[in-house]
């Protein structure tokens, strides 16, 4: 019994787009090719079938980027609040090295900040 011959994707867009042009008979398509013409027909009904969604998704591509562009945006009006935030509590924040240095916080040895 021979094995299976397995056909890539584009090899079978191929021969799918020949036929559609209708120049050969599925039988010449099926003789060039060595496919079994059955083969051939469910290809076609295969192809015909997801024709429409090509372009379903193609839309919910743009959803799906217009979402991240969207969230994109809010993280990075997230990150420069809390960058301000950081700034500011830097500014009004007593340096915790004053601290320990004054001895509140360190117990012996060498103080941890400069």
Known sequence: MPKQKHHTATFKAQ????????????AQIAAEHQIHPGQ??????????????????SD??????????EKLTE????????????????KIWPRPC???NAGHYWTGGMPPCR
Not at 15 to 26: D, R
Not at 60 to 69: E, F, G, I, V
Not at 75 to 90: D, N
């Open 15 to 26: 021969v799918v787009i020949e036929m559609l042009k209708e120049e050969k008979t599925v």
């Open 40 to 57: 051939l027909h469910r290809w076609k009904r295969q192809a015909v079938d997801n024709f429409v969604h090509l372009f379903t998704e």
């Open 60 to 69: 919910a591509r743009k959803h799906q980027a217009q979402a991240h562009d």
């Open 75 to 90: 993280l990075y009006a997230q990150i420069g609040k809390l960058t301000t935030q950081v700034e500011w509590l830097k």
């Open 98 to 100: 004053l601290a320990l």
